[in-house]
């Protein structure tokens, strides 16, 4: 004998229940998204009744969301801008310097007690590192250039060991960088900036003439690619000779190097400065609880110190946004206020139709809320105006972030919502027969 499916209490099969279910959840969904919609166009009829009002009460919003994304822009350009142009020496590259980062003048003065760090450093460094991929030197000093009448001053002529142009990321545009034998012999050549083709050499093939930087003259051997500016001074006005010229014509005791080491990657940067921080004390005789008296640095430490001046901007700026978010949120709310006071009769009107107090409190709050939104799109064409005026005008790198432009709608909208609140409720509080007896 067969058996008989099995049937539900009601005698329905379990799968009609289920569909009616669906249905049930689906008729539903549509009623609420209906009631949303036409929620939706009722605040945007309402706002669009009393344009200069509604545009008036939105300053606050506007120059709060305005203020915001164009500080989150200058900060997000800046450290863009910082990363690419100031903090970036190389990959995994990291540096054995005599001062590193100072901050205080307190720091400057502790800072020139501190020995030299000399080439004699630089190699027992290259001797003895065994994480190192490459180790690499340079001094540098300030000097004027000139090639026939012309000159060029603060020009930052360098000398520097041959594998400098690899560790620093040096691209040749022209010629060759400087060799290890130009450095045994001593030979005087130079690897210069591009600054310096355009001022000595606009329209001549540079390599073969020669430049001179005070009392020497040097044959240029290349031309580097442009590097381009940083914070408004000039990353490509240099001239680099072998570190061996420099020592017999520049080197002064007053003079430092500075020892540049990359690292094989980057999970080896970590254990790199550790190797050269433990050679160097042990160089210097230092006991274990003493400070270092050199400084190391690696683009990390110098992001780690732009951080934290970043951080106390974005602290002023989020103080200021919260000023302009306080107050528009106030007016937002007196402007919703006397809006229930001018339609206590359309109120009325809708509760007669059959309308409940939760379409009312969704009408004024949607309208709160999307009266805020639209100082929020409006404060965010403003911060893109601003930030297009200052990259073309002052050519100033800035650079809008999507984040920037999601956190302020969230956070406009959430200030309509927060100060429509109390409107609405009052809104819906009223009186049906109390509202439709209201002059209208």
């Not at 620093?168 to 083709?197: C, K, M, W, Y």
């Not at 409190?361 to 965010?380: D, P």
């Not at 009052?426 to 439709?436: G, Q, S």
Request: charged share 20%; aromatic share 8%.
């Amino acid at each position: 004998m067969g058996v008989a499916p099995m049937e539900g209490l009601s005698g329905a099969p379990p799968l009609a229940g289920t569909v009616e279910v669906s249905l049930s959840r689906f008729t539903r969904f549509k009623r609420a998204w209906v009631t949303f919609f036409e929620t939706f166009k009722l605040s945007l009829d309402a706002l669009r009744a009393h344009k200069l009002r509604s545009f008036l009460t939105l300053l606050g919003v506007i120059l709060a969301v305005t203020t915001l994304v164009s500080v989150m822009s200058v900060i997000a350009g800046l450290n863009m801008y910082v990363a690419t142009r100031v903090a970036d020496m190389g990959a995994n590259v990291f540096v054995v310097d005599r001062f590193g980062i100072i901050t205080s003048r307190d720091m400057f003065l502790k800072a020139q007690k501190r020995p030299m760090v000399t080439m004699e450093d630089y190699k027992r460094m290259r001797e003895s590192m065994k994480l190192a991929r490459a180790v690499a030197a340079e001094e540098d000093r300030n000097a004027q250039t000139r090639s026939g009448d012309a000159i060029m001053e603060n020009t930052d002529v360098m000398g520097a060991t041959p594998n400098f142009g690899d560790v620093r990321n040096l691209n040749v545009a022209q010629g060759r960088f400087i060799t290890q034998a130009d450095d045994e012999h001593h030979s005087d050549v130079v690897f210069i900036g591009p600054d310096l083709v355009q001022k000595f050499f606009p329209n001549t093939d540079p390599i073969g003439k020669t430049i001179r930087a005070e009392n020497h003259t040097y044959l240029v051997i290349g031309v580097a690619e442009p590097i381009g500016s940083a914070f408004g001074q000039s990353q490509d006005n240099y001239m680099i000779m072998p570190i061996g010229t420099f020592l017999k014509s520049w080197h002064r005791p007053i003079d430092w190097a500075t020892i540049f080491i990359e690292a094989p990657n980057a999970e080896l940067m970590s254990a790199s400065e550790d190797e050269a921080r433990m050679l160097m004390r042990a160089w210097r005789h230092l006991p274990y609880d003493a400070p270092d008296n050199f400084a190391i640095l690696g683009s990390d430490s110098i992001m780690a110190l732009w951080n934290d001046l970043t951080k106390n901007l974005a602290f002023v700026a989020m103080a200021l946004v919260s000023v302009f978010l306080v107050v528009g949120g106030i007016v937002i709310m007196n402007i919703m206020l006397a809006s229930v006071t001018e339609r206590t009769r359309e109120i009325g009107l809708r509760r007669s139709l059959g309308a409940r107090k939760k379409h009312i409190l969704m009408q004024f709050l949607t309208e709160s809320a999307v009266l805020a939104a639209s100082g929020g799109l409006i404060g965010i064409l403003c911060a893109y105006l601003v930030v297009y005026l200052a990259k073309t005008l002052i050519s100033m790198p800035m650079e809008t972030p999507i984040s920037a432009v999601v956190l302020s709608l969230v956070i406009s909208t959430g200030v309509g919502l927060f100060f429509g609140i109390f409107p609405a409720m009052r809104a819906a509080k009223l009186d049906p027969i109390e509202a439709l007896r209201a002059d209208g």
